[in-house]
């Protein structure tokens, strides 16, 4: 009788869980780095898999590193100048694919510095998404890493702290 609540406890508790875990959710390559040294900002860039069957939507980000942390993407204002601002509403991440996160386009921003990025160092990152919940991870800080090709460093944009 015992063995049969058991069973049937096991199952409910299976049965309540979230349909897209932690499981689901993949960060590979996270680094993070400031443009120049003693800077007051830095950034993170990572590429997130979604490998469930249902999408995700990265909403935050949040570390102890920055008074305050942002997720952050470029937007082509013309004439060649890009502008940083705030993501509204997050990066939706869609069932089965990735999504990069690189210098030049969307990024986890940290501002207001509270501690340097020294190269060899880390940075706990906890990236929050809407089903798979909060996520923290170890990012590494490599502030001599080059951009991949084609994308542009953080020295030649303007950042629009004010969203």
């Not at 060899?120 to 923290?136: C, Q």
Request: glycine letters at 12%; zero cysteines.
């Amino acid at each position: 009788m015992s063995s049969i609540f058991i069973r049937t406890a096991a199952v409910a508790a299976l049965i309540s869980m979230p349909a897209l875990g932690l499981a689901d959710i993949v960060v590979s390559d996270p680094y993070a780095r400031v443009s120049r040294p003693n800077a007051p900002t830095g950034a993170a860039f990572m590429i997130i898999q979604n490998t469930g069957d249902s999408a995700d939507r990265l909403v935050a980000a949040s570390s102890t590193v920055a008074k305050r942390v942002e997720l952050h993407t470029h937007i082509d204002q013309g004439d060649g100048i890009m502008k940083m601002t705030e993501i509204e509403g997050g990066i939706v991440i869609a069932a089965g694919e990735s999504h990069v996160m690189a210098r030049g386009g969307d990024h986890v921003m940290f501002m207001g510095l509270t501690k340097t990025l020294d190269q060899g160092g880390t940075v706990e990152v906890t990236l929050s998404f809407e089903n798979a919940g909060d996520i923290t991870i170890s990012v590494p800080v490599d502030n001599e890493r080059k951009p991949d090709h084609g994308a542009m460093g953080h020295g030649s944009m303007q950042h629009n702290a004010g969203n």
